[in-house]
């Protein structure tokens, strides 16, 4: 298991990407990021990992509390993926690789959406909700669980150097000015950031988590703005809010869930205990007791029945 995290969340995730911003360019590598939320939720509501969010209050079976989280849900991904949509498309020209196949750096940005995706689920269903002996040993420290899925992440990474080592021997060749932001995209891009995900994906759900993803987008815009002194255009503002007002829906969202579910948890602990009284009544007595009740109607003898069992 701790392999194939390696393989899907470290090296086809990264991997993935890069070819597919080599090939498709900036522009669609920058607009496809935020259709991860949705990605996720998709997978997350077919593998079963999540339930559907609840829509409607059908027969009084659901609280309305209930059914105002899920659409605050399903709306605030909604609004996240558009915000960082929004904000990719106002960014200013990009321009992409001369001569890249557009068409596959598309379905290789698509693969590092997917990847990252069944990362986070696999991560979800395998560890911090499975009672197997992999979760059991990594539940609680989800930095340790980064550490070694870098670790075979790191190998599937080595065999590819390899071999592109064989096929191009300079392709190692770089330049002194490349080494601090290899530094920084190793050790706080991609290592603090994937451990921060794997303690946020052990106490939230992976939906949730995911659509934190398109904040990257008007932070770097945010950045740029300081660093680069380029100026935010009003449609990269509207973006930037929609995408604040989309995260305090799905947080909304998700304290309304929880206070549901612990309302009907502390709920169910106020029943009667009947475990002691069922106990203290045998199958004869029972039985006794049926064969003694007139002989009226069979639910008014069951009722009879119901009645001294409780």
């Known amino acids: 298991m701790l392999f194939s995290f390696g393989l899907i969340g470290m090296y086809g995730n990264q991997v993935l990407f890069i070819l597919g911003l080599f090939e498709a360019g900036g522009d669609l590598a920058s607009i496809m990021q935020p259709m991860i939320p949705v990605i996720t939720t998709v997978l997350a509501i077919v593998s079963g990992t999540e339930p559907f969010p609840v ?28 915000g960082g949509i929004i904000i990719s498309v106002f960014s200013g020209k990009h321009t992409g690789v001369s001569g890249g196949n557009r068409m596959l750096g598309i379905w290789m940005l698509l693969g590092n959406c997917c990847c990252c995706s069944v990362y986070i689920l696999l991560q979800k269903r395998y560890v911090y909700e499975a ?16 550490a070694w899925t870098y670790c075979f992440g790191a190998i599937c990474m080595g065999c590819h150097s390899l071999c592109l080592v064989w096929i191009e021997p300079d392709a190692f060749k770089l330049n002194p000015t490349f080494v601090y ?15 921060l995900i794997s303690i946020a994906n052990r106490r939230l759900p992976s939906s949730i988590v995911t ?19 380029q100026q935010i255009s009003i449609m990269q503002g509207f973006g930037g809010i929609l995408i604040a007002a989309a995260l305090l829906l799905v947080c909304y969202s998700n304290h ?13 602990d106020q029943l009667p205990d009947t475990g002691g009284l069922l106990n203290q009544i045998s199958e004869q007595d029972v039985f006794d007791d049926y064969e003694r009740t007139p002989r009226t109607s069979s ?11 409780w």
Request: proline residues 4%.
């Open 256 to 268: 309304l869930l929880e206070h549901g579910q612990g309302a009907r948890v502390s709920g169910a």
């Open 55 to 82: 829509l409607c209050n059908r027969e009084g079976m659901k609280g309305k509390n209930m059914v105002l989280a899920g659409w605050m849900k399903v709306f605030g991904i909604f609004l996240v993926t558009v």
């Open 181 to 195: 932001p290899l530094l920084y995209a190793a050790f706080l891009s991609s290592g603090l950031a994937y451990a």
């Open 299 to 309: 639910s008014d003898r069951a009722q009879n029945v119901y009645d001294r069992l």
């Open 131 to 146: 009672d197997s002996k992999l979760g059991n040993k990594w539940k609680s420290v989800p930095i340790n669980l980064t």
């Open 211 to 229: 659509a934190f993803w398109p904040v990257q987008v008007p932070v770097s815009v945010v950045l740029n703005f300081y660093i680069n002194a």
